[in-house]
């Protein structure tokens, strides 16, 4: 995100006002410092004006405030087509970092954007969300958007408002028509040259601790490459020979979108269809009619995670889906490493052409 665009001074001791104002929107949810770890909450208007900036993006990511873990998408009671009404609550989220910010881009690719389906329970959700991101001003061990061309601050096209904590308060960039809409009535002083000047710097400073953090991780071979490629690869069963198939990874990534549909009937004899999130690495998620099951081998299902993110997604969109955030190390009870996994296969690759 260049500094160029359209900012404001946000003082401090304004912040409550200023999310209050926010609030005529919807519901506010906050990422926020806690002693657990940065979380995303719901913010009680007592509460607007104090906010424990997280340095780091949440631990849960914010896709589950646009999906839900099951919801009730169809019901059928006799043989005439019924009309759902869908009612998603308008909701401001504030603090997504550029991970997040990048995770939602890569869903409304999926869910919003794709010619051949648009999901209106996604939709609804998307657009009655004000997307307020805010910088990094720190890194974990696992992060690694650089390595996905990312960096740690909100990009732009990617948010509506995003904030950067400068001294005295912040420094508000305004993204979006959606944005700067939401900031009629509340008036700001432009932001100073040299409070952009800061923000710039230690952008550049956190991109050099990221590039210096992963450099052992970064490959010459593009990972879609890797992926395509090397399917026999004897680095998928070294890498996932730890995995135990708890799908952690999944559902803490930001932009896993693995589900089932199924039918219920009630005790009144009517049905219910519902979706449900599930993931890929569960053994009956590929199970099909007749007993059949693809990838009934874990090793296959650890590999097809990977080739959905990295070849299968680039292919029909041209982007990974996967923003480096992490989160899948970080909650790995195998200790896998998707950056040693990727790096793996060149290496492994490599070592066979010497060998042959």
């Known amino acids: 995100m260049g500094v160029g665009m359209e900012s404001y001074f946000l003082p401090a001791e304004r912040l409550g006002e200023f999310v209050g104002h926010l609030a005529k929107f919807g519901k506010i949810y906050r990422c926020e410092q806690t002693e657990s770890g940065p979380r995303i909450k ?105 390595l996905l061309g990312n960096g740690p601050y909100p990009a732009e096209g990617e948010f509506d408002l995003s904030l950067s904590p400068v001294e005295g308060g912040f420094v508000l960039f305004v993204g979006t028509e959606k944005g700067k809409k939401a900031l009629e009535g509340f008036s700001l002083s432009p932001a100073p040259a040299e409070a952009l000047q800061k923000i710039e710097s230690r952008r550049r400073e956190l991109a050099r601790k990221l590039d210096e953090q992963n450099a052992k991780y970064k490959t010459d071979t593009p990972w879609r490459e890797l992926v395509e490629k090397n399917p026999d690869s004897p680095a998928w069963a070294k890498h996932g020979a730890t995995c135990v198939a708890c799908a952690a990874c999944t559902y803490v990534c930001p932009t896993c979108f693995c589900f089932q549909i199924y039918d219920t009937v009630r005790p009144d004899g009517k049905y219910e269809r519902f979706l449900a999130l599930d993931s890929c690495k569960y053994p009956r998620f590929s199970f099909m009619a007749g007993g059949l099951n693809p990838r009934g081998r874990l090793v296959e299902r650890f590999k097809h995670r990977y080739n959905h993110k990295f070849f299968h997604y680039h292919w029909r969109y041209e982007i990974y889906a996967c923003t480096g955030c992490g989160r899948c190390i970080e909650n790995c009870m195998g200790a896998i490493d998707m950056r040693e996994t990727l790096k793996s296969v060149e290496v492994m690759k490599e070592t066979a052409k010497t060998e042959a």
């Open 42 to 146: 719901l913010v009680e208007e007592k509460d607007y004006g104090e906010w424990n900036f997280p340095a780091v993006r949440a631990d849960e990511p914010a896709k589950y405030l646009f999906i839900k873990a099951k919801r009730k998408i169809a019901e059928y009671f006799d043989d005439k087509w019924r009309k759902i009404t869908i009612e998603e609550e308008p909701k401001v989220i504030i603090g997504l970092k550029g991970c997040d910010l990048a995770a939602i881009k890569i869903w409304d690719k999926v869910f919003r954007e794709d010619d051949q389906y648009k999901d209106p329970f996604y939709i609804a959700a998307r657009e009655n969300a004000l997307l307020v991101g805010a910088d990094c001003t720190g890194i974990t061990p696992y992060c690694f958007c650089n």
